[in-house]
């Protein structure tokens, strides 16, 4: 079967999150809704959609809007969002069998159109990214700690890039943009163990 078919409708448009989660359905959160004179407003609205029966379900919404961040199910099952445009700090996560959310740690240095990478003992690499200019900095969250840790930086600043773990636990990095071009460049890094 090579075809495209549309889905129902979902409520919340604009600069989501998405993801697989563990059962096979879809996670989607964040985003930006229509506000007042063209300025797009925050949207903590968080669906769950079921691609056997084509039906998205409205979950509990997000403390906090990240659109334009990132997000990452974890090996427990839980979703981590970061950062976002409204509060780049701010990390979140959700709970899909209880249909609740929990304030995380707030990570060290705001970032939107950042990336996060689970790595293979459960911890996140979250980097890169833009405060208000392109940011260089990575960090590590620990899920059962709660807490983020500093590490070494990005050779080069970058936002809307892609990263990937690779079988070894390396991050392969490459592209996106680095102040006001294109960062064509990629990079490889290789976290220390905890």
Request: hydrophobic content about 40%; proline content about 5%.
């Given at each position: 079967?090579?075809?495209?078919?549309?889905?129902?409708?979902?409520?919340?448009?604009?600069?989501?999150?998405?993801?697989?989660?563990?059962?096979?359905?879809?996670?989607?959160?964040?985003?930006?809704?229509?506000?007042?004179?063209?300025?797009?407003?925050?949207?903590?609205?968080?669906?769950?959609?079921?691609?056997?029966?084509?039906?998205?379900?409205a979950?509990?919404a997000?403390?906090?809007?990240?659109?334009?961040?990132?997000?990452?199910?974890?090996?427990?099952?839980?979703?981590?969002?970061?950062?976002?445009?409204f509060?780049?700090?701010?990390?979140?996560?959700?709970?899909?069998?209880?249909?609740?959310?929990?304030?995380?740690?707030?990570?060290?240095?705001?970032?939107?159109?950042?990336?996060?990478?689970?790595?293979?003992?459960g911890?996140?690499?979250?980097?890169?990214?833009?405060?208000?200019?392109?940011?260089?900095?990575?960090?590590?969250?620990?899920?059962?700690?709660?807490?983020?840790?500093?590490?070494?930086?990005?050779?080069?600043?970058?936002?809307?890039?892609?990263?990937?773990?690779?079988?070894?636990?390396?991050?392969?990095?490459?592209?996106?943009?680095?102040?006001?071009?294109?960062?064509?460049?990629?990079?490889?890094y290789?976290?220390?163990?905890?």
């Amino acid at each position: 079967m090579d075809t495209w078919t549309a889905t129902t409708p979902k409520r919340t448009v604009g600069y989501l999150a998405l993801l697989r989660l563990d059962d096979g359905r879809v996670f989607v959160s964040g985003g930006l809704g229509a506000g007042g004179a063209d300025v797009p407003r925050p949207v903590g609205d968080t669906e769950v959609y079921d691609p056997v029966q084509d039906r998205w379900r409205a979950t509990a919404a997000a403390p906090a809007s990240h659109a334009r961040g990132a997000a990452i199910v974890l090996r427990d099952g839980r979703v981590l969002l970061t950062g976002g445009l409204f509060d780049a700090r701010a990390a979140d996560l959700y709970d899909v069998g209880t249909d609740s959310w929990i304030g995380a740690a707030a990570m060290r240095e705001g970032r939107q159109g950042h990336q996060a990478v689970l790595l293979g003992d459960g911890s996140v690499l979250v980097l890169g990214g833009r405060g208000p200019l392109p940011v260089h900095s990575v960090e590590r969250y620990d899920p059962g700690r709660n807490l983020w840790q500093p590490l070494r930086d990005l050779a080069t600043e970058r936002s809307g890039f892609t990263a990937t773990r690779a079988a070894d636990d390396r991050i392969v990095v490459v592209g996106g943009f680095a102040s006001e071009h294109a960062a064509g460049s990629g990079e490889v890094y290789q976290p220390c163990a905890r």
